[in-house]
């Protein structure tokens, strides 16, 4: 494995479906707070470095 996650596994990690995280990833679909916040967590970083508002 090369270190990167899966879209699925990050599904997984966050508890919503991959089609949610290919949907956030494409700016079709804004997360809610708390999934927004749970996928930084993930990531272990800022919730700002993750997502940021234009």
Not at 22 to 43: D, G, H, N, R
Request: no cysteine; glycine share 4%; hydrophobic share 45%.
């Amino acid at each position: 494995m090369n270190g990167e996650m899966t879209q699925k596994e990050l599904a997984e990690r966050v508890g919503v479906t991959r089609q949610t995280i290919m949907a956030i990833e494409a700016a079709k679909y804004s997360p809610s707070l708390e999934v927004a916040f749970k996928i930084a967590a993930v990531f272990n970083l800022p919730l700002e470095s993750v997502f940021q508002y234009q």
